[in-house]
């Protein structure tokens, strides 16, 4: 099965066409999404495109593609206009022996972990900076952010297929970094 991670939409409708045009390029089976779906927040700027009704229709049309977890910009109100689960804090996938745990960030991050095991994952969104650190036997891994990155990063995703992890740029789907989990 092959994934494709993202992060961040903050309702840019123009960043969310892109997203599903790069779902489509990379004939995705899921589409994880890391949290902060609809609104900006009120430490970011308007993102370019900003329309968060049409996020809603856009995502809503692959609903039975969509695994999200709840945000710090999101809240029960999303969970009324959207068709797919948004409020769950955080989704486990395992991988071979270890386990991906997928949650926003603004609660469980490196500096407060999950309950995880040495090789276990960590995988979130929030800061806008993509990622690939490992601390205290954990990896945490960051795709960006699809609207509003920071840091000089692209506007970029993530794949995972067959135990690799592929952070990609956003408009080309040219890949910018790499890393493989060992089963």
């Not at 992060?7 to 902060?36: C, K, M, P, V």
């Not at 469980?108 to 960590?122: A, M, R």
């Amino acid at each position: 099965m092959k994934w494709f991670i993202a992060s961040d939409i903050h309702g840019s409708a123009l960043y969310t066409r892109q997203l599903l045009d790069a779902f489509t390029r990379e004939n995705a089976d899921r589409l994880i999404i890391l949290g902060d779906i609809l609104y900006h927040g009120p430490r970011n700027d308007l993102p370019d495109g900003y329309a968060p009704k049409e996020v809603i229709e856009l995502l809503n049309n692959i609903k039975d593609k969509i695994l999200a977890v709840r945000g710090n910009c999101d809240t029960e109100v999303d969970q009324m206009v959207l068709s797919f689960p948004v409020l769950a804090d955080y989704a486990i996938l395992p991988i071979g022996d270890r386990l991906v745990y997928m949650t926003h960030g603004h609660v469980y991050n490196l500096s407060k972990l999950p309950p995880l095991s040495d090789g276990d994952i960590l995988l979130h969104g929030h800061t806008h900076v993509p990622a690939n650190i490992v601390e205290n036997g954990v990896r945490y891994l960051n795709p960006g952010s699809v609207s509003i990155p920071k840091e000089n990063s692209p506007h970029s995703y993530m794949t995972l297929e067959n135990g690799v992890f592929l952070w990609k740029d956003l408009s080309s789907g040219d890949i910018y970094k790499e890393f493989t989990q060992e089963a």
